[in-house]
């Protein structure tokens, strides 16, 4: 997702956060302390208001991220794909490079959420319970209200939501077929998101700006959410239907490891590649890119040969003919690399790169680009 910055990672997953993501938490610590814990605990000094709304925040923002957690963990032991996790304005999205392969693997990914923002509901609720003086009161019945309402609203069934997920299980268990079960789940979620706006119109008549706002929003999340998935899934289709030796480029040069990076600018101006593999005796070495040019300093062109700076064969993700275009899909996304060798007996027989799988879905996907 763009316009957000990566925070770490956990279980090699990317943990990144959205920059709208900073006006929520203002938002949420601007209310704790303005409105909800002077309403319900009167008599504070203003800084503990701030202190414990703080607080409360920064908790609620753990809370979200075990959520999202929770449904990536369960689909990595899926072996689903999960490339990262973003924190935004609506709360968190897990980035999936795949789908589940199965219906019973998209309910166990999908309600792990629910059940987690429970769990983390109860916990609050028992330390509620114990003598932790007021504002540490405050804050854990307010967690525990929060996280039994995330686990609620995340059950609506409207994609991205958990309940749109575990709504198209049910959909592709009952027809078998996940494309005619996702074009049914996004139909249920285009309806919601439509409720949704209207929903929030009334509250701008009932001069609730504020609020009808962020239901608007909400529900124009909820159309793109749902907008993506389906092509997600289209593309899928497509892509699976054709081998790697329908889409590689079978006319492409390569370069030895002891040409130097002078005579290497020359050949990518000549043959209009953005990478060439380096072969010795037919054998693949490496690949070394324009981008890999671009670290060396120009001055040093002319005394580095391009064996110093390539990656090597052990290093590199490549793909045989026979595999299929989402099979080299999958590996350019996972890893952002933007052309995949194809090699057969140690030796390049063609080149997939990120324009083949573009011209492919251009010419064979309506709406997927």
Known sequence: ?????????????????????????????????????????PGWSSS????????????????????????????????????SITLFVF???????????????????AIAGPILSII??????FISGFEIGVAGAAITNYLFLINGILAVFNMVPAFPLDGGRIFRSALWAKYKDIERATRRAVGVSRFIAFLFTLWGLKMLLDNDFLGGLWIILISWFLLQAAGSSLKQQRMEEVLSRFKIDQIMEKDFKSVPRNMTLKDLGKAFLDYKQGGFPVEENDKLLGIITIEDLR??????WAKTAVGEVMTSADKLLTIRSADTAYDAFLKMASNEFGRLPVV??????????????????????????
């Open 1 to 41: 997702m763009h316009n957000s910055f990566s925070f770490g990672r956990i279980r090699n997953i990317e943990i990144k956060i959205h920059y709208s993501w900073f006006l929520i938490l203002f938002l949420v610590v601007w209310s704790l302390a303005d409105f909800y814990f002077p309403a319900n605990y």
């Open 295 to 300: 670290q060396v300093p120009r001055t040093k």
């Open 344 to 369: 057969e007996n140690e030796k390049v027989v063609g080149l997939v790169t990120r324009n083949s799988i573009i011209l492919l879905l251009a010419v064979k996907c309506d709406n997927c680009i």
């Open 48 to 83: 503990a208001y701030w202190i414990s709304g703080g607080i409360a925040a920064a908790l609620l923002f753990i809370s979200v991220l075990l959520h999202e957690l929770s449904h990536s963990l369960v689909g990595k032991r899926k072996n689903i794909i999960v490339k």
């Open 120 to 125: 983390l509901a109860g916990i609050f609720w």
């Open 91 to 109: 709360g968190g999205v897990a980035e999936m490079v795949t789908e589940p392969k199965k219906p019973s693997d998209e309910f166990d990914m």
